[in-house]
């Protein structure tokens, strides 16, 4: 099976919210971090012939990565990745072993919906990187490091803005990125380190229940990502 520049995108994206993976046959797959936080669902080109449990889904990818051309084969017991003159082959680890998750997502009524540009979302991610950049100079003994890693989408029923800020409660020093016009009248936080999206534009559903949806518009993923306590 080929391995297309798409697919190994979403696996190295997956890689990051979580090392541990379980190839699910057929096309859909999904993942979660370690708190069960935030879930990602992709949609591979082609679909994977059997269940299969990868231990470190980092160096499946960092071997895709570094063969020309690959494809990938599934055996019994393990995968390979096959270059025009090399092969690299990984064992398979019990499901059983791995924190994976066990069935979809069972979503709620999303009461709020809008759009997120590309490039607004990039604007927001540059923000937050160099807001949380350690001031070396601060210390000689210790870094000094403030977060901002909070995100709060608010609604005031003519616009919406995204505000970045270094807590659920000081706002002190934000950026504030206008999104678009909207009736709608809501406020939703939820926390950036968690926004490992893929680059794309998103449409974006936040739900009461304390659940997040960011849907790509072209590429084949969905992220689900919870939301912070009311604020």
Do not use: W
């Not at 870094?143 to 709060?152: G, I």
């Amino acid at each position: 099976m080929k391995i297309t520049k798409q697919t190994t995108e979403l696996l190295e994206n997956m890689s990051v919210i979580n090392k541990n993976f379980l190839f699910n046959k057929g096309t859909i797959q999904r993942t979660f971090d370690e708190s069960k936080s935030r879930m990602a669902e992709v949609v591979f080109d082609n679909e994977i012939p059997m269940e299969a449990g990868i231990y470190d889904l980092s160096k499946v990818v960092n071997g895709m990565n570094s063969l020309k051309e690959p494809s990938i084969t599934f055996a019994e017991n393990s995968l390979s990745i096959i270059g025009q003159d090399s092969e690299m082959i990984f064992a398979f680890t019990d499901k059983s072993l791995l924190k994976v998750p066990e069935r979809p997502l069972v979503q709620p009524e999303y009461e709020y919906s809008f759009e997120l540009s590309s490039e607004k979302f990039e604007q927001i991610i540059k923000y937050f990187k160099v807001m949380n950049k350690t001031d070396h100079k601060a210390s000689k003994t210790k870094a000094k490091t403030t977060s901002f890693n909070y995100l709060v989408f608010e609604g005031n029923g003519q616009e919406i803005i995204a505000q970045v800020q270094e807590s659920r409660t000081l706002a002190n020093n934000v950026l504030r990125v206008r999104i678009g016009d909207s009736s709608q009248v809501f406020k939703f936080m939820i926390n950036l380190e968690k926004l490992n999206l893929l680059k794309d534009d998103y449409m974006v559903y936040f739900s009461t229940k304390k659940l997040s949806k960011f849907s790509c518009k072209k590429k084949k993923a969905t992220y689900f990502v919870a939301v912070e306590n009311p604020i």
